[in-house]
T-cell receptor, first 109, second 114 residues
């Protein structure tokens, strides 16, 4: 699986938007971009995924660069409950998810 | 929906003992995954099943680890004999399809081997 690069940590104030970047310069044409998050002491949780077009769901938005070499997960209004480690994962034709180190998001009042 | 169920939630055992972790996937899901998480190595996929058949066990660390899925609603991960370096949180996840469907993770089993 192609590799992703994320910042180790980010901070945000509550009620403000958060943009979590992910670089994946070696992405192949069949790779989907998946985002999961892991809250403290819990298992990972699916957030969103996309291929080429931007995607929105109730949790977040995913903005994918035109060349697909980078993407951004957008939390529109961060809350304290969004404090977690966010993983950006490329998923090809295989079923498995390969987790990197992710970005630890801290949300403060 | 009860979600993915794992048992036990915590397990403390002595080195050399056999450990069995259990997982009940979400009803209707046909893919099941076992992961291990440690501080040093992060989240690693150990093995996954599709329609009860093991598809990829390349992540299983060594012969001391084995996994079975006798039916669509139950899977086990067994470690025999256990060693202190097996201490980790073990997660089970299931999904409705093989590839681009979200995986639903259980709460994990925290294993401590002394």
């Amino acid at each position: 699986d192609a590799k992703t690069t994320q910042p180790n940590s980010m901070e945000s104030n509550e009620e403000e938007p958060v943009h979590l970047p992910c670089n994946h310069s070696t992405i192949s044409g069949t790779d989907y971009i998946h985002w999961y998050r892991q809250l403290p002491s819990q298992g990972p949780e699916y957030v969103i995924h996309g291929l080429t077009s931007n995607v929105n769901n109730r949790m977040a938005s995913l903005a994918i660069a035109e060349d697909r070499k980078s993407s951004t997960l957008i939390l529109h209004r961060a809350t304290l409950r969004d404090a977690a480690v966010y993983y950006c994962i490329l998923r090809g034709t295989a079923s498995k998810l390969t987790f990197g180190t992710g970005t630890r998001l801290q949300v403060t009042l | 929906d009860a979600g993915v169920i794992q048992s036990p939630r915590h397990e403390v055992t002595e080195m050399g003992q056999e450990v069995t972790l259990r997982c009940k996937p979400i009803s209707g899901h046909n893919s099941l995954f076992w992961y291990r998480q440690t501080m040093m190595r992060g989240l690693e996929l150990l093995i996954y099943f599709n329609n009860n058949v093991p598809i990829d066990d390349s992540g299983m660390p060594e012969d001391r680890f084995s996994a079975k899925m006798p039916n669509a609603s139950f899977s086990t991960l067994k470690i025999q004999p256990s060693e202190p370096r097996d201490s980790a949180v073990y997660f089970c996840a299931s999904s409705v399809g093989r590839v681009n469907y979200e995986q639903y993770f259980g709460p994990g089993t925290r294993l401590t081997v002394t």
